[in-house]
Nanobody, 117 residues
Framework: QVQLVESGGGLVQPGGSLRLSCVAS????????MGWYRQAPGKQRELVAT???????NYADSVKGRFTISRDNAKNTVYLQMNSLKPEDTAVYYC???????????WGQGTQLTVSS
């Protein structure tokens, strides 16, 4: 019903930067919350950042000061600007939304970020 497509992942060196994008499409009237989660091998999926339709933002402590989440409501797109990347940031990053109608929860397929020398 709602499709989320992430892009922008890749291989970067420690200290580098990368920008992730996620475009939502399908049966959408409004997107209440957009966010990013990540999952490293052998670890639990964790919240990275969220942003509401009114611009309220929440970050995980591990990324505060380094990552910036933003959204373009006209394009149904959420971005994650990642700076000062660390090897610990290596994970599959998943886009996530709560949208209406139905206050539906949706997940993207994930995009791989690898931070390594």
């Amino acid at each position: 019903q709602v499709q989320l497509v992430e892009s922008g992942g890749g291989l970067v060196q420690p200290g580098g930067s990368l920008r992730l994008s996620c475009v939502a499409s399908g049966n959408i009237v409004t997107i209440n919350t957009m966010g990013w989660y990540r999952q490293a091998p052998g670890k639990q999926r964790e919240l990275v950042a969220t942003i509401t339709s009114r611009g309220q933002i929440n970050y995980a402590d591990s990324v505060k000061g380094r990552f910036t989440i933003s959204r373009d409501n006209a394009k149904n797109t959420v971005y994650l600007q990642m700076n000062s990347l660390k090897p610990e940031d290596t994970a599959v990053y998943y886009c996530h939304t709560f949208s209406s109608p139905g206050y539906r929860q949706s997940w993207g397929q994930g995009t791989q970020l690898t931070v390594s020398s």
